[in-house]
């Protein structure tokens, strides 16, 4: 005999469903008189400058209002959805309103009212049915005989057979009302969705398990007395208020993570202990690897810093010749003038013109010699004026354009520089020709370094150190270098260096503001 079908987990998410579109109907009107009524108030003011304002504050009245929905969405149609990514930083017009992640969600509040109504006729027309079966049945039971349904009187065997109906159209009900709270759940998923968080087959577990799938894992590094995800790489754990909260995860007595987790999730806290508990030996496991790749991450910030320590040395190195050599050999030089206006015209005056001309290219060698290992302006002005200055002593006609809005950090600026140096000096050496174009933009979050000429090409990285020493500047900035010289069309170097929040570059700049502190008190459980 087959069981019976439990009706219970279907009569509590009909149950949901209808609290959500019945709530639905005052939120949605509320949604288009604040924030469709205060985009149109801000447009027809920005004329004004009185609209701007209002546009601003209604971008922020957005946010906080999904927000709200994303809470509701969890609470009612159990989504659980991540907290709704914060609003962009600045307080300008652009930034508040020019991505489509708002207007995204701006559409959803504002397009929630005829939603809900168009989905409430959809799924309350079986419970209207219901219901009036139900009411002619019970008036057919009763005996009222002087009322007509379709051909039929409406007596005892009607009225039986209209109640008869009535227990399938009650099913139709729960099942469409269950039907439409999937269809809002999978509306508000793809409205108010945030990027995957990657992670290994223990994340999925416990993300399956527990029913959220933004849940992240933290794992603790005790050396150091950081977090820091599977990728090695340091995190924060959430604050309160942030719709985000963690359970620490403790294997032997000894805390080896932290799953973070929805705030609502808090609700059945003894669910994510348990979990968090039966998991702890694989997360301990997961937590070695982190480990490893964290040493791995620490690894290839240490090779930027090496070279970092090569391009301090190298400053000091000009420096010194600059303030020490230099200055000893320009004195030198003005000593001989003297001795030379004191000789007048005998014979000794021609011995120190020959000097003063053998001091004057030792001189200009040592300048270029200094300019080779590190050159002022780089440290002093950037790649901008260095690249001027480095064009201007380049016997070609160079077309240089740098476009950057603002310094870069030191390593990156050196590479860029000793891009276009090597470009130049393979230009005036190999290319047989004299025009030359270096370009320096920023794209994408990376550097783009571009030296070309028209010469004859035929280029290879393994016709010279010099290309080969690029390339490995490059990687140690997770850059590359792409040589492009086919033979007698010229050669094109370019170069990329990652600058973007991720990079090598951006997280060893982390690291060194990395602080040391305690651990944060566990949540009460």
């Not at 219970?8 to 009524?37: K, N």
């Not at 050496?429 to 794209?443: D, G, I, L, Q």
Request: glycine share 10%; aromatic share 4%; proline share 6%.
């Amino acid at each position: 005999m087959a069981s019976a079908i439990d009706m219970a987990p279907h009569l509590r998410a009909a149950r949901r469903t209808l609290l959500y579109l019945v709530v639905g109907l005052g939120q949605g009107l509320t949604y288009l008189l604040l924030v469709g009524g205060g985009l149109l108030v801000g447009v027809l003011l920005a004329p004004l400058w009185v609209g701007l304002p209002i546009l601003v504050g209604t971008a922020r009245l957005t946010w906080r209002l999904a927000e709200g929905e994303r809470r509701q969405a969890n609470r009612l149609l159990e989504t659980h959805l991540p907290p709704v990514p914060p609003p962009p930083p600045g307080g300008g017009v652009r930034e508040q309103l020019g991505n489509r992640t708002y207007w995204r969600v701006a559409a959803m509040l504002l397009l929630k009212l005829p939603t809900v109504l168009l989905v409430l006729v959809v799924a309350l027309a079986p419970a209207v049915l219901t219901v009036l079966l139900a009411g002619l049945g019970v008036s057919g039971l009763a005996g009222d005989d002087g009322r007509l349904f379709g051909p039929w009187a409406l007596g005892p065997v009607v009225g039986l057979a209209l109640c008869a109906l009535a227990l399938p159209a009650t099913i139709v009900s729960i099942a469409a009302l269950e039907g439409v709270g999937y269809l809002m759940c999978g509306l508000a998923r793809r409205v108010l969705r945030t990027p995957a968080v990657e992670g290994g087959p223990v994340r999925e577990m416990l993300a399956e398990r527990l029913g959220d799938r933004s849940l992240n894992i933290a794992y603790w590094l005790p050396d150091r007395e950081i977090f820091v995800d599977d990728a090695g790489r340091k995190v924060e754990l959430p604050d309160q208020g942030s719709g985000r909260t963690w359970t620490a995860v403790e294997h032997e007595g000894v805390r080896v993570a932290a799953i973070v987790h929805d705030a609502e999730l808090d609700a059945t806290p003894e669910l994510v202990t348990a979990a968090a508990s039966a998991a702890a030996l694989a997360i301990d496991n997961e937590r070695l690897k982190a480990e490893l790749r964290a040493r791995v991450e620490e690894l290839r910030v240490s090779r930027l810093r090496i070279v970092e320590a090569a391009d301090d040395a190298r400053r000091r190195i000009e420096r010194d010749l600059h303030d020490g050599a230099q200055q000893q050999l320009v004195s030198l030089a003005l000593d001989l003038r003297m001795l030379k206006a004191r000789l007048g015209d005998s014979g000794l005056s021609t011995t120190v013109d020959e000097i003063g001309d053998k001091l004057a290219i030792a001189l200009a060698e040592l300048r270029e010699f200094a300019r080779g290992i590190h050159p002022a302006f780089l440290s002093e002005r950037g790649v901008g004026a260095a690249v001027e200055a480095l064009v201007a002593r380049a016997p070609l006609d160079v077309e240089a354009s740098v476009e950057l809005p603002d310094r870069l950090p030191a390593p990156v600026e050196a590479a860029a520089y000793f891009v276009v140096a090597e470009g130049l000096t393979n230009v005036i050496r190999y290319a047989e020709t004299r025009n030359a174009t270096v370009r320096v933009h920023e794209v994408d979050g990376e550097v783009v370094v571009v030296v070309t000429d028209d010469g004859k090409g035929g280029a290879t990285v393994a016709g010279g150190t010099g290309l080969r020493g690029l390339i490995d500047r490059l990687a140690v900035l997770d850059g590359r270098l792409d040589v492009y010289s086919p033979v007698g069309e010229g050669t094109r170097l370019e170069a990329h260096i990652p600058i973007e929040a991720g990079s090598l570059v951006a997280e060893a700049s982390e690291i060194r503001a990395w602080p040391v502190h305690p651990l944060p008190p566990e949540r009460a459980s």
